[in-house]
T-cell receptor, first 108, second 114 residues
């Protein structure tokens, strides 16, 4: 079945630093999604990508759909304390397949 | 107003018991889902309903039985609970079934089986 490999598994950074995480897929799919999960909450969609090469921003977040359609990255610029959480990549339409998540910790 | 709500937020029970988790969405969506998140935070889909009809049924033990009384509600009943059922269960909803439609997640129900 489809598998998503997300890295890194965790990141410990200083406030103000930029963050980069990525995801690779064993299959080709038509969407790449990036979600964030705060402690005690459900995942919330940050960015959705629909075609190869697409680069989309949402405030300080930028994500790209890789040309090969098998990878995607998410960048966060100038991190702030509220960026703390778990970031998930996902693929699919109705049946979402999630990566293992990247846990982001920020030292003030 | 909460878009996707789940009850209870926490559920602690003994092995062998039967329990239910309820989900309601007020977004007017016609597709609802159940996901399971394990202790390593891995999220996996279990079921999906569209207009009260089951459309996705992953390899889930038949002790788990979803029920959708109407398109705004999707409940999950679990029989003969086992230790391995301990997890956080998330309900989600989206509009439509064609292509990708954003899935909105509830706050989760943390189930602990002792």
């Amino acid at each position: 079945g489809q598998q998503l490999n997300q890295s890194p598994q965790s990141m410990f950074i200083q406030e103000g630093e930029d963050v980069s995480m990525n995801c690779t897929s064993s299959s080709i799919f038509n969407t790449w999604l990036w979600y964030k999960q705060d402690p005690g909450e459900g995942p919330v969609l940050l960015i959705a990508l629909y075609k190869a090469g697409e680069l989309t921003s949402n405030g300080r977040l930028t994500a790209q759909f890789g040309i090969t359609r098998k990878d995607s990255f998410l960048n966060i610029s100038a991190s702030i304390p509220s960026d703390v959480g778990i970031y998930f990549c996902a693929q699919g339409a109705q049946k979402l397949v999630f990566g293992q998540g990247t846990r982001l910790t920020i030292n003030p | 107003d909460t878009a996707v709500s789940q009850t209870p937020k926490y559920l602690v029970t003994q092995m062998g018991n039967d329990k239910s988790i309820k989900c309601e969405q007020n977004l007017g969506h016609d597709t609802m889902y159940w996901y399971k998140q394990d202790s390593k935070k891995f999220l996996k889909i279990m079921f999906s309903y569209n207009n009260k009809e089951l459309i996705i049924n992953e390899t889930v033990p038949n002790r788990f039985s979803p029920k959708s009384p109407d398109k705004a509600h999707l409940n999950l009943h679990i029989n003969s609970l086992e230790l391995g059922d301990s997890a956080v269960y998330f309900c989600a909803s989206s509009s439509g079934t064609g292509g990708y439609n954003e899935q909105f997640f509830g706050p989760g129900t943390r189930l602990t089986v002792l």
